[in-house]
């Protein structure tokens, strides 16, 4: 199917073309109809599907159907707003406006935390799309910088991952100042009990769109689970990364200090490594995902907060140094693989006291995922590591305790 039997106005349709997009992805195929219909949408996409593109064609598409709403003192009014659950993707969504919106004299403009506000209240002042963390938006919406009177449309960006984090309660902050309903899209990478218990007050008659089986890890993505004794993880993935000649590797860490220590010891093994967590502050993790981008840097270690929402071009590898606590992170993490139809490798370095954690990931993907030994790091069988009391069986109802009462800490 080619674009232009989508009806998408001509200006967006030159773009797609320059971009080298030569047909929509299965998500825009069935979003974009829908959302011009003037439906509620509640998506089950993951990152990786063109879902960005898949919302934000049709509302850039509708919002050129009339003309910008100013007040006398000439300020425009926001008529699209798009939550999201990290600064990042706050960047690439809004990247992603400005790209596809580059012909058509419409202006976007940004609500994050970490970033001066002075700036972000002149932009969002002068903004008809506006793409925020439910934070920084409850900030300015406090401070009256904004105003939804002619607020026409809103998207849910990654709400699992919203909800994940904890901005429930926000959400239902900037719900209450929002005055009219307004066409609602949903998009979320798991389409859980949860999500469909927000959506239900949030989306009316929604079209309902799946591209892929719920949970299910994109299927160009190779998975391989190597069994490793823990002692070892950090000099095998010095090793596997320089014997294959990977670059561009996104390395999952679960702490911060895991993930400063691992790249301490990367980089003494010669591999240019850079961490990238929430301690760094703005300026510093755009420049390592330039740096990354570029290739100056090669491996990226990261934790599941910060790497949320990043996407980079031409990843081929991701390795988690252990399993995520919470089973849906698994299907996050590898899916900054396989993007848009190319191929990944997902590796993960398990070791004992990732046993019940990988029960739940291959319970949620429904799906056996067979261990492996790398030459050279085989586990020493011998060996028993003691289960750390995070990952007991009472650790793991606990756990299962907290997601299922929404409690899970922020
Ligand atoms: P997303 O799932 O929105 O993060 O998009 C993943 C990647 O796919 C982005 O780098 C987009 O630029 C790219 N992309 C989106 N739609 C298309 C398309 N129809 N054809 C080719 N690439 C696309």
């Not at 659950?85 to 406006?97: C, G, I, N, Y």
């Not at 002149?122 to 925020?132: E, G, N, R, W």
């Not at 995520?324 to 993960?348: L, Q």
């Not at 085989?378 to 990952?391: Q, V």
């Amino acid at each position: 199917m080619a674009f232009d039997v989508l009806n998408l106005a001509p200006q967006l349709l030159g773009t797609l073309n320059e971009l080298g997009y030569r047909e929509p992805t299965p998500i825009q195929a069935q979003a974009i109809p829908a959302v011009l219909e003037g439906h509620d949408v509640l998506a089950g996409a993951q990152t990786g599907t063109g879902k960005t593109a898949a919302f934000s064609l049709p509302l850039i598409h509708k919002l050129m159907g009339s003309e910008p709403v100013e007040t006398e003192g000439g300020r425009r009014l926001v008529r699209a707003l798009v939550l999201v659950p990290t600064r990042e993707l706050a960047k690439q969504v809004h990247d992603s406006f400005v790209l596809y919106g580059k012909d058509t004299g419409l202006q976007c403009a940004m609500a994050y935390g970490g970033a001066c506000i002075a700036t972000q209240v002149k932009a969002i002042k002068q903004a008809d799309v506006v793409i925020a963390t439910p934070g920084r938006l409850l900030d300015h919406l406090r401070k009256k910088v904004l105003n939804f009177s002619a607020l026409q449309y809103l998207v849910f960006d990654e709400a699992d991952r919203m909800l994940d984090m904890g901005f429930k309660d926000e959400i239902r902050d900037v719900l209450r100042q929002i005055p009219n309903k307004c066409q609602t899209l949903l998009f979320s990478a798991t389409l859980s009990d949860a999500i469909y218990r927000f959506a239900k007050n949030l989306l009316a008659s929604p079209k309902r769109i799946e591209v892929a089986k719920p949970n299910t890890a994109a299927a160009k993505i190779e998975q391989r689970i190597y069994a490793v004794d823990s002692d070892s993880k950090a000099s095998m993935v010095c090793h596997l990364i320089n014997a294959s000649d990977w670059h561009q590797v996104l390395i999952f860490s679960r702490t911060k200090q895991g993930a400063d220590k691992l790249a301490e010891t990367m980089n003494k093994a010669g591999i240019a490594t850079k961490a990238f967590h929430g301690d760094l502050s703005q300026k510093v993790r755009e420049t390592v995902l330039k740096e990354f981008s570029e290739g100056d840097v090669r491996v990226l270690v990261a934790t599941d907060v910060a790497a949320r929402g990043l996407d980079i071009e031409d990843l081929n590898y991701v390795i988690n140094m252990e399993l995520p606590h919470i089973a849906e992170d698994y299907v996050h993490r590898i899916g900054r693989t396989g993007r848009a139809g190319k191929d990944g490798t997902a590796v993960t370095l398990f070791s004992n006291d990732d046993a019940l954690r990988l029960e739940e990931v291959e319970t949620l993907l429904d799906t056996r995922l067979a261990q492996q030994w790398y030459p050279g790091f085989e586990p020493d069988l011998t060996k028993f590591e003691e289960p750390s009391r995070k990952n007991s069986r009472s650790a793991a109802k606990q756990r299962a305790k907290k997601r299922a009462f929404g409690k899970k800490k922020r």
